[in-house]
């Protein structure tokens, strides 16, 4: 496992970098569990004005190792909106690292518990981390799943 990474909100400076992170995540990452074709037909859902847009509607937050965007994640209420990995930092606790700062803050604002979609590929990190699938693969291959979020030690993990 990696060294803890540092969290921070993102800012509209870093549009360029999570927009990378989130092509190379899934070109690089979601195969062999989908095909290369529907790994890039998903990396181009979204263009560098998207993630512009994600930025001004969504939280995102930011994990950085040595000053490097490693990973981010975004939520909205009680809606994890996206978790992606920089593919040199998979299986290195990144995304479990923000997973949990970001489940700290729903849990710090109220929530109970915590609504995804997970991809097929990250269906099985989310599922070793609590998650539970909560209704059949959507028409574009989506898993819809939930977290209960539990009240204990929230202000630790703040």
């Not at 509209?12 to 990378?20: G, I, K, N, S, T």
């Not at 097929?120 to 609590?130: C, H, V």
Request: hydrophobic share 45%.
């Amino acid at each position: 496992m990696a060294a803890a990474a540092a969290h921070r909100l993102a800012t509209f400076d870093d549009a360029a970098l999570l927009f990378e992170v989130r092509r190379r995540s899934i070109l690089e990452l979601a195969p062999p569990k989908m095909p290369v074709a529907d790994a890039e037909a998903w990396a181009r859902q979204l263009a560098p004005a998207g993630m512009e847009r994600k930025l001004r509607d969504l939280e995102i937050w930011i994990a950085e190792l040595d000053g490097v965007v490693a990973g981010w994640g975004a939520i909205r209420g009680d809606v994890l909106e996206g978790l992606y990995t920089a593919p040199e930092y998979a299986g290195q606790g990144v995304g479990a690292g923000l997973l949990d700062r970001l489940e700290a803050l729903m849990r710090g604002r109220g929530f109970e518990v915590v609504r995804a979609e997970a991809s097929t590929n990250a269906k099985g990190f989310y599922l070793r981390r609590g998650y539970r699938v909560t209704g059949p693969q959507t028409p574009v291959g989506a898993w819809p799943i939930a977290r209960q979020l539990c009240p204990e030690n929230t202000a630790a993990r703040e």
